[in-house]
C-alpha cells in the first residue's frame, strides 16, 4: 500500500503530496522515505508542475522518524545510513526546482520537522505543534534538523529547541521565524493552495531562479551568492517572460507569462 499520495492538477502548475500513515502519525520508515523521493522525481519530470504542497493525513503533518525502526538499527553505520538515506531526500526536496510549501496541519516533530524545514514555506495551522523531541530519546536529530534549524532561527534558539526537546505551538514558531504564516485549521490546505496557485501564475524561470539564487547562496559567502544572483538575474533577464513583464508593467497592464 502506498503510503505517499501525489495528486498533479497541471492546468494549474501545482501538485499535492500526502503523507499518509495516519495509524503512526505518517511517520517515517524507510518505505515512506523511498515513496517520497520517488514522488518528487514523479513531479519533477511533469513539466508542467512547478509548485508542490506537502501535507499529512489525519491529525499529523509528520511525528517523526519511525522510532521502531531507530530502535531496531543493528550499528552505528546503519544509523548514519538511515540519516544519509533521509537527509539525501530532504535536500532533494530543498534542491529541487519545485517550490515546495509545507501544510503543517498537526504534530511536525523530529523528522516531520526536519522535512518541514528542508521545504521552501511553512504554513502552520494554529493546532500545529512542532519540535525536535530526539534529545527525548537518546539521540539526536538527523535528518538535517541540527543543521537548517540554526540557519532558519539562529544558532541560540535552535540550540534551545534541539536540547531541550521541546514542543512549541504555532504561534511560538511564527516567533521564531519558523512559520512563514499561521492559519486558522479549516483553511489550512485551501490557503496553501490559494497561495501555490499564486506562485505558479508567476513567471516560471524566475520562481526557479528566485529559489535558486537564495538557496545557493545561502551556505557561501556573500561575495559568492552576489556572482550566483548575478547569473541567474542574467539567464531570467534574457527570457520572453522578462520581456512580458516589463513592457507589461511600462504600458500599465497585467503580464501573460508563457513560459519562454
Ligand atoms: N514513530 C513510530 N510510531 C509513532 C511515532 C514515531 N515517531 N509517533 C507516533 N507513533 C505511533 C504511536 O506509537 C501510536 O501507535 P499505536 O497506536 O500503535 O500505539 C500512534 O502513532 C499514535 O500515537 P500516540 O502516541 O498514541 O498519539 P498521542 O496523541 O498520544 O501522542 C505524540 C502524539 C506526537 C505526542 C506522540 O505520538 C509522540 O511523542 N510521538 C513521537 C514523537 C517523536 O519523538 N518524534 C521524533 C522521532 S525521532
Redesign the pocket.
Known amino acids: 500500500m502506498s503510503m505517499v499520495e501525489v495528486a498533479i492538477q497541471s492546468d494549474r502548475g501545482v501538485a499535492r503530496l500526502t503523507i499518509t500513515r495516519p495509524?503512526?502519525?505518517n511517520?517515517l520508515n524507510r518505505q515512506v522515505l523511498d515513496e517520497l523521493a520517488e514522488a518528487l522525481g514523479t513531479l519533477e519530470d511533469d513539466a508542467d508542475t512547478r509548485v508542490v504542497v506537502v501535507t499529512g493525513a489525519g491529525r499529523?503533518f509528520v511525528?517523526?522518524?519511525?522510532?521502531?525502526e531507530?530502535a531496531g538499527l543493528p550499528s552505528r553505520a546503519a544509523a548514519e545510513a538511515f540519516s544519509r538515506q533521509g537527509q539525501g531526500v530532504f535536500d532533494r526536496l530543498a534542491a529541487s526546482r519545485l517550490v515546495s510549501i509545507m501544510a503543517i496541519n498537526g504534530?511536525a516533530?523530529?523528522?516531520g520537522l526536519e522535512l518541514a524545514l528542508a521545504g521552501d514555506l511553512r504554513l502552520l495551522a494554529e493546532s500545529a505543534r512542532v519540535g525536535l523531541?530526539?534529545i527525548g530519546?537518546g539521540?539526536i536529530p538527523g535528518f538535517g534538523g541540527t543543521q537548517r534549524l540554526a540557519r532558519l532561527i539562529g544558532e541560540g534558539r535552535a540550540l534551545e529547541l534541539v536540547l531541550t526537546g521541546r514542543q512549541i505551538p504555532a504561534a511560538e514558531a511564527w516567533r521564531l521565524g519558523l512559520a512563514n504564516q499561521v492559519i486558522p485549521d479549516g483553511d489550512l490546505l485551501a490557503s496553501a493552495d490559494r497561495l501555490a496557485e499564486e506562485l505558479a501564475a508567476k513567471a516560471p524561470a524566475a520562481l526557479v531562479a528566485a529559489k535558486r539564487a537564495v538557496r545557493g547562496g545561502i551556505d557561501h559567502e556573500l561575495a559568492t551568492g552576489l556572482a550566483g544572483e548575478a547569473a541567474w538575474f542574467g539567464r531570467v533577464a534574457a527570457t520572453a517572460d522578462a520581456r512580458e513583464g516589463t513592457e507589461a508593467f511600462l504600458n500599465k497592464r497585467a503580464p501573460h507569462f508563457t513560459g519562454r
Open positions: 495509524e503512526a502519525l511517520a499529523a511525528a517523526g522518524a519511525d522510532i521502531a531507530i504534530y516533530l523530529g523528522g523531541p530526539e530519546l539521540i
